[in-house]
């Protein structure tokens, strides 16, 4: 089908170049490429830099492999997300446009519920390219393989057209051998002795689908200057069944001033563990004592977490047996979480939130909920308390946004409840509380199709029902009211608990069916931040030369 559209494509450019366009027509394509050249720079760019000087000669040559390596993750994060890049980009003329699809990763805007903005192109499968796009659901479950539901495996047909799994490994193998012989000569270069191991352990997962040995590896890291973090891991790109976790890539340096100040929080989560607002039953297991707080510059992004939004923190490994036995590290990226508040969270905030509050927006608040976002995935539950299995088997779909939820309302809890143990000097609350508020409009304008998006929305509409904040009519601005939404905090945060507890999908469901849209109020607030053009979010101008290694 896409080779006829590019053919029929190609004859409208030729017939085009003997019959001038009638007028109305050539005003359509203008405005189309209007259009799209605003769509594009709704994403400021920001240079992805960082000290070099602080580097070791090694690191120095390590970082060049790891790029390398990494943008072996992007090509087959674009085959995974929609098929061949090559092709598309061929069929698609505006300039503007093709930038478009560059930062979505294929035709479908991942801000705007996944629409199409290339003509010709229909609706994105909820399995990308995971499944077969003519497989049913009932097919699929059908489908007697206890490989189907691995993170690591496609679902293919063979030649008779019945259903067949193929590891990652082998679907692509020679991207992913080149890929491991390079983590390898990185591997060599290394001179700590946690990253040598790790990434020599990674390379090997990426040819036999095992990253257990490598994710131990992983966190067994304490003194490392660098980090990789490579491989299939996050399952948002699979809206199918959520099984399916696709390639991505960051290149890491630590900021080791900032990483010694935020490492002792890593010791209190088994005690924060029992202060989660919870029956006992919810909050029985224990977090790994090894978990690890880290800052670090990316220099560095492909593949998932280059799409659309940017991730600006890690929390990983997902692996639920490791968060029992270690936990697991939580990176907070610095330099793209201080682009995101300089360009977008404070000219927000001078729109949308009260002027007598604006005083409350500040990096640390805005570093601090989104640094314990990250602890807060750590902690809850893994295992339902009933027999249903593991809380991400049984919320199925929805776990993704409800987990998400999970983790951005605990962040917050967690910011309180430190407060109240004296961890923080001179803390001024309502500072968390109003960038959390801000945080909130900044990250629903990602949309219905992000899981982040999703969760915000929720959260918001409960904020409100709760009276958490109010809204001026007259300015159009919200004011915190920090009672309430303390209040309304402890009690979204026992609620999201108690579903993922109970494995509970008919009310994980009904919650993000109630509130998991973007209704007409909120979405003219969210229009004013458009029209004053305010970035949606950033893009990178990233590689060995912005970082002046070559």
């Known amino acids: 089908m896409k080779k006829l559209i590019f053919s029929l494509f190609a004859l409208a450019i030729v017939l085009a170049s003997c019959n001038p366009k009638p007028a109305d027509q050539k005003d359509t394509a203008a405005n189309e490429n209007e259009e799209m050249r605003m769509k594009v720079e709704e994403f400021v760019p920001v240079k992805l830099t960082t000290d070099v000087s602080k580097l070791t000669e090694s690191e120095k ?26 092709q598309l980009m061929a069929e698609i003329q505006d300039p503007w446009t093709k930038k478009f699809a560059e930062i979505n990763y294929g035709p479908w805007e991942r801000l705007n519920g996944n629409k199409p903005f290339v003509k010709g192109v229909g609706p994105k499968p909820k399995g990308a390219c995971f499944y077969p796009k003519d497989m049913t659901v009932e097919e699929f479950e059908a489908f007697d393989n206890p490989e189907k539901t691995s993170l690591y495996t496609l679902i293919r047909r063979d030649d008779e057209g019945n259903l067949i799994v193929v590891p990652y490994s082998e679907a692509y193998k020679e991207e992913l051998t080149k890929a491991a012989d390079l983590i390898r000569k990185a591997a060599e270069l290394a001179e700590d002795p946690g990253l040598k191991k ?31 973090v490579v491989g299939p891991i996050e399952n948002y790109e699979d809206k199918l069944f959520e099984y399916k976790t696709a390639f991505e890539s960051f290149v890491l340096v630590k900021d080791k001033d900032w ?8 010791s209190l989560l088994p005690e924060l563990q029992t202060t989660l607002p919870v029956a006992d039953e919810y909050k029985k297991e224990v977090p790994g004592s090894s ?29 639920p047996r490791i968060h029992v036995d270690k936990g697991s590290r939580k990176l907070q990226l610095k330099n793209s979480m201080k682009a995101k508040f300089d360009k977008i969270l404070v000219p927000i905030s001078e729109i949308l939130i009260a002027e007598d509050q604006r005083k409350h927006i500040k990096f640390d608040a805005f570093f601090e909920n989104t640094m314990f976002h990250e602890v807060g995935h750590g902690l809850g539950i893994k295992q339902t308390i009933n027999g249903k ?8 779909d929805t776990y993704s946004a409800i ?6 309302i605990l962040g917050l809890y967690l910011v309180t409840k430190l407060n109240e143990m004296g961890e923080f000097e001179n803390k001024d609350l309502m500072d968390n509380f109003v960038t959390f508020m801000a945080g909130i409009f900044r990250s629903v304008r990602f949309g219905v199709s992000s899981s982040h998006g999703m969760a915000n929305m929720v959260r918001f509409y409960y904020f409100q029902e709760k009276g958490a904040f109010t809204r001026d ?35 994980a469901k009904k919650l993000l069916d109630e509130k998991g849209s973007i209704r007409p109020e909120l979405q003219a607030d969210l229009d004013r931040i458009s029209d004053a053009n305010i970035p949606r979010d950033i893009v990178f101008e990233q590689g060995v030369e912005v970082l002046g290694l070559k």
């Open 198 to 228: 790790y990434l020599s352990l990674r390379a090997d997962a990426l040819l036999n689908d095992d990253y257990y040995p490598s994710d131990n590896a992983w966190m067994d890291m304490k003194n490392n200057g660098l980090d990789f």
């Open 291 to 319: 978990s690890d707080l880290g800052v670090y510059d990316a220099v560095y992004y492909a593949g998932d977490c280059n799409a659309g939004s940017k991730t600006i923190a890690i929390n990983l490994p997902n692996d």
């Open 259 to 266: 990483s010694s100040k935020v490492l002792r929080y890593a």
């Open 473 to 507: 009519e007259t300015t159009g601005t919200y004011s915190v009211n920090f009672d309430k939404m303390k209040q309304a905090m402890i009690d979204l945060a026992e609620m999201i608990l108690t579903i993922q507890g109970d494995g509970n999908y008919d009310a």
């Open 61 to 86: 040559q390590m970082i060049p492999l790891m790029i390398e390596a990494a943008q072996i993750m992007d090509k087959l994060f674009w085959k995974q997300a929609y098929g061949d890049k090559a």
């Open 403 to 408: 987990e998400e939820g999970k983790a951005d």
């Open 389 to 396: 299995g593991g809380v991400r088997e049984a919320l199925k």
